[in-house]
Each structure stands twice: as structure tokens, then as C-alpha cells.
């Protein structure tokens, strides 16, 4: 059912200014209208977070594990009216938004596993050595507990991966910290489905209904006051460089600070090696205008950049690229807000002095459509100019002629932060990457061999983050199960009596998990 709702724990309420979705497809306005959360009710909100803080954060793994498993069902029970809303407000086709709730249900379950498990918890135990000489050691036992409540920014092109349940959503939960999230105006229907779902999984698990609440609205002033409130210990953020950093502004200037885990800019640069370059350039053409358009280039890992040495083989790269791209349809744009801004940058790359224009995709007869563009240029004017490296959300891309390898190398080393980076290579080719891949160690989040960077595995080695302004934290990532670590903290208990510690550093190991005992790891039994 969808109605317009905010939910304050498991409570549906309307509030009195409004607001509508759009079907960016057709320039449409949905029904019904959303409420516009109010001041009050995020203050409300964070206040039942905070008082369901000490009890969530002490469930038992398994009480904690079978909630997200919970949550992923009730998402799956909703059938296809989650995916016809979810095109309607995204303009994005079926098979992708199938695939996305896959991948949402998929990012529950796997952190319903590692909560099982346990290892996140990274509980050590020094047993105290009273007899040490010269002094002796007192018992040390140290393990990571959750921060508190969390606040998660639904995003704008994943309306199922990283929104309402999102990676960031499923990580805080699996963590133990309450989540209070601020639904992306943009597809508010899909968000309030989805927000159901999860408030019925609390109250099925029997847990204070704090654990989850779901503001709806539009106004920036709405998540000023949720990263402002000072009941909330962190923020995940997946969106613009503008937005993520007003939320870190926001959230240093308050009187304890917190950490904004934003991910927020990136071009992900593809670098081409000779050899490779030779070998398949035509193919290659084709393949990255693929990557380049696919969703309306609509993915923070869209390949907006192209690092190969000039010639005729970079030439036939190019002519293949622009051959694809002239022939590809456009696609609509997730909002008329994203295709504006999409249409200024193309524009903006046109009108350099010191850019070309290969290609431009087919134009569309609706509203709210992406024809592709793919620009050149050469280092030296790429290196001039930084404007030439901003990203241009959609499908744009620049191709930058490089005289040779070591010219390639100062390009990368003089880009900004970003989450991937990827090596076009043949064996040949083997020495050139050697010396680039520890310069783009230094830039990026992840390094791709023989791949395009569109598309992230959720999965435990995955890392989706990078050196700002890729994210706010290049420690960090949003994908994968490290995400979990964002929302822990280590505290260590020295000395305390058996019935004063938290569960997971009694002595007899009662919930079976790794732990590190005298520097030797131990139990793993569940």
C-alpha cells in the first residue's frame, strides 16, 4: 500500500505539506502525493532511535540475523508492484530493477551470514598474566560495539541497492545501530513500499520500533536536521559532491562531530596499454561504448575517462567508438533535475577550446533523454585545465591522447580521487602496467583488468570507495562486507567481572564466534 506516509518507528502518519513524484519518462505526475517531513517529526524520529539504540545493539546474533533475513522476504513478498512503481518513478527498464531487488534481497542475506558469523565483532582476549615480571598484566578483552543510530540518504539512481534498504541500511542494521532514513524525493512511492516491508519485520522480530524510521521528502532543510540531530552517530550517503559535502559541514560544525560516509564524485578512468590497444582497439570501442551507455550512464563507476597512447591504433579505437555510439538509442534520465545538469556538462565539454566531439548518440523524442556524447583531447590540455576531469553524470566520456606511458602516468597521478580504475592489457603489456598500478593504487578503490567498471559484485573482498572526492573516507566502502565496519567501534574492558562484559567475551565462547585468545584465533564454530 502506498499513501503518502513518513514512519516514525511503526507508526504511518501523514504530515500537512506535500509533495509528488514523476515519471521522468513522460514528464507525468504520479499519485498519490508524499508527506513532507517536518522538523518535529525528525527530532521524533531520532529520539525513538536513541531509546531503541540499548536493546537493538544487544540482540543476539541470531535474533539480529534472522531480522535482515526477514526484512529481505518481506521485500520479496511485495511482488511486482515494487517493480512497476520503481520504473514508474525512475524511468528505469524492468530487467534492471528485477536485478536490483535481486541484489538489494541479496545484500541482506549476505549480512545476515557475517552477523552469524561473527567476525565483525573482532573480539580479542588477553588473559591476564599476574606472575609477568616486571609487571603484571591485567586481563585486557577488547570487541566492536555499534556507534549509535545512523542516519542513510537514499539514492538517486539505485531506487531498491541504495536506498531505503540499501547497503548502507542493511550494514548499520547488521552492525546494531537503529537506521533513520531520509527517502530520496525522486521515487518516494518505491521508498515507502520498501519502508513498509522493513517496519513489519520489526514488529515481527519484537523489536522497539525505533530501529527504523522513514522520512519522505524534499527539501535539503530535511536533511540538514537529520545529520544535525545529535541522537545521530553517522550518516551513509550515496549522491553529488554538492550534497555530500554540505552534509559533512553540517556534521562537523555540531557540538560532537560525526563521520558522513559519502560516496559522491567519480570518472573511473580506463587506461589502454599498447599491446591491447593494437590487438583488439575496434572491439574495445564497441565494448566501452556499452559500458558508457548502459542505464543512461547512470552509475557511479561510468567509465567518464579514456587514458591511451596516440596513433593509428588509438584512431581505430575511436572511429569504433564513435561508429557505436552514433547507432546507440538514447535513454531516459533518472530525473529532469539529472538530465539538466547532464545536458550543462556535455555542453560545457562541446564548448572547450581545446575539446572535440567524436560522437553523439541518437536523439530521443521524449522528455528527460541521454544521448551519449564521447569527447577527445590530449594531455597536455587535459592537464591545463581541471575542469576537463569533473564528472558529467550520464553518459559522457573523454578520450585523452597520450604521447607515452610515463605521460599516461602523470595524468593519473594528477587526478582526483576516484572508486575504479581500469587496465586494458595483453600480456605484452605486462611491464607498463607494472608502473602503473601502484599509481593508481594511490587513486583509486579498485583496480579492474580486462573489464569495464560498470557493475559492482557485492561480495566480501569487494570495495566500493576511493581517496575524496570519490568518498568522504577512502578508508571506507559502501559495497561488501567491510561496509559493517563503518558503523563499529572498539572498546576494550580491563579488568571487569565475568557479568559486567557484553556478550561475545565471556569465557566460554556461549555464541561459538573467531576469537583471538593470547594472540591465537579460536571457536568458529557457528
Request: net charge negative; hydrophobic share 50%.
Amino acid at each position: 500500500m502506498i499513501d503518502g506516509a513518513l514512519l516514525i518507528g511503526g507508526e504511518a502518519r501523514q504530515a500537512p505539506d506535500r509533495f509528488t513524484a514523476v515519471n521522468p519518462a513522460t514528464g507525468e505526475t504520479l499519485t498519490p502525493d508524499f508527506s513532507s517531513t517536518g522538523a518535529d517529526a525528525v527530532a521524533e524520529a531520532c529520539a525513538l532511535a536513541e531509546a531503541a539504540f540499548p536493546l537493538y545493539a544487544g540482540t543476539d546474533l541470531e535474533t539480529r540475523a534472522a531480522f535482515l533475513e526477514a526484512i529481505a522476504d518481506n521485500i520479496v513478498a511485495i511482488g511486482d508492484d515494487l517493480i512497476v512503481r520503481a520504473m514508474a518513478e525512475s524511468g528505469l527498464p524492468r530487467a534492471r530493477l528485477e536485478g536490483e531487488r535481486g541484489r538489494t534481497v541479496g545484500q541482506l542475506k549476505l549480512f545476515a551470514g557475517v552477523v552469524r558469523q561473527g567476525d565483525f565483532l573482532d573480539a580479542t582476549i588477553d588473559p591476564a598474566m599476574p606472575e609477568r615480571a616486571p609487571l603484571p598484566r591485567p586481563d585486557l578483552r577488547r570487541i566492536n560495539l555499534a556507534i549509535g543510530p545512523v542516519a542513510v540518504f537514499g539514492a538517486s539512481n539505485f531506487p531498491l541497492a541504495f536506498s531505503v534498504a540499501g547497503g548502507d541500511t542493511a550494514s548499520a542494521l547488521a552492525a546494531g545501530c537503529p537506521v533513520v532514513v531520509k527517502g530520496h524525493p525522486a521515487h518516494p512511492g518505491t521508498g515507502e513500499l520498501v519502508a513498509r516491508a522493513i517496519a513489519a519485520a520489526v514488529a515481527a522480530a519484537g523489536l522497539p520500533a525505533g530501529v527504523f524510521s522513514y522520512l519522505p521528502g524534499e527539501t535539503n532543510a530535511l536533511g540538514g536536521a537529520l545529520v544535525a540531530d545529535p541522537r545521530i552517530q553517522a550518516v551513509g550517503f550515496t549522491g553529488s559532491r554538492g550534497g555530500g559535502l554540505a552534509l559533512v559541514k553540517i556534521a562537523a560544525q555540531r557540538d560532537v562531530p560525526i563521520p558522513v560516509y559519502a560516496e559522491m564524485s567519480s570518472i573511473n578512468p580506463v587506461v589502454i596499454l599498447p599491446a591491447a590497444l593494437a590487438a583488439r582497439g575496434e572491439a574495445l570501442g564497441k565494448e566501452f561504448v556499452g559500458s558508457l551507455t548502459m542505464g543512461a550512464g547512470q552509475f557511479c563507476t561510468n567509465p567518464g575517462l579514456v587514458l591511451a597512447i596516440d596513433g593509428p591504433d588509438l584512431d581505430a579505437f575511436v572511429a569504433a567508438a564513435a561508429a557505436a555510439l552514433t547507432d546507440s538509442a538514447p535513454a531516459t534520465m533518472l530525473s529532469p533535475g539529472i538530465h539538466a545538469s547532464f545536458e550543462q556538462g556535455v555542453d560545457a565539454l562541446a564548448s572547450h577550446a581545446s575539446v572535440r566531439t567524436v560522437a553523439r548518440g541518437k536523439v530521443g523524442e521524449g522528455v528527460n533523454q541521454a544521448v551519449g556524447a564521447v569527447f577527445e583531447t590530449d594531455a597536455q590540455a587535459f592537464l591545463a585545465d581541471v575542469a576537463l576531469s569533473h564528472e558529467v553524470f550520464g553518459s559522457s566520456s573523454v578520450i585523452v591522447r597520450c604521447r607515452d606511458v610515463a605521460e599516461v602516468a602523470t595524468v593519473i597521478a594528477g587526478l582526483e580521487g576516484q572508486l575504479t580504475a581500469t587496465i586494458q592489457m595483453d600480456p605484452a603489456d605486462e611491464a607498463d602496467a607494472a608502473r602503473l598500478v601502484p599509481v593508481l593504487a594511490r587513486r583509486v578503490g579498485r583496480i579492474l583488468a580486462n573489464g569495464w567498471p560498470t557493475g559492482v559484485e557485492v561480495a566480501p573482498a569487494m570495495v566500493h570507495g576511493g581517496p575524496f572526492p570519490a568518498t568522504s573516507d577512502g578508508r571506507t566502502t559502501s559495497v561488501g562486507t567491510l561496509a559493517i565496519a563503518r558503523f563499529l567501534r572498539p572498546v576494550c574492558f580491563q579488568n571487569l567481572a565475568p557479568a559486567l562484559l557484553p556478550a561475545g567475551l565471556d569465557d566460554g565462547n556461549a555464541w561459538g564466534i573467531t576469537r583471538r585468545l593470547d594472540g591465537k584465533r579460536e571457536g568458529g564454530a557457528r
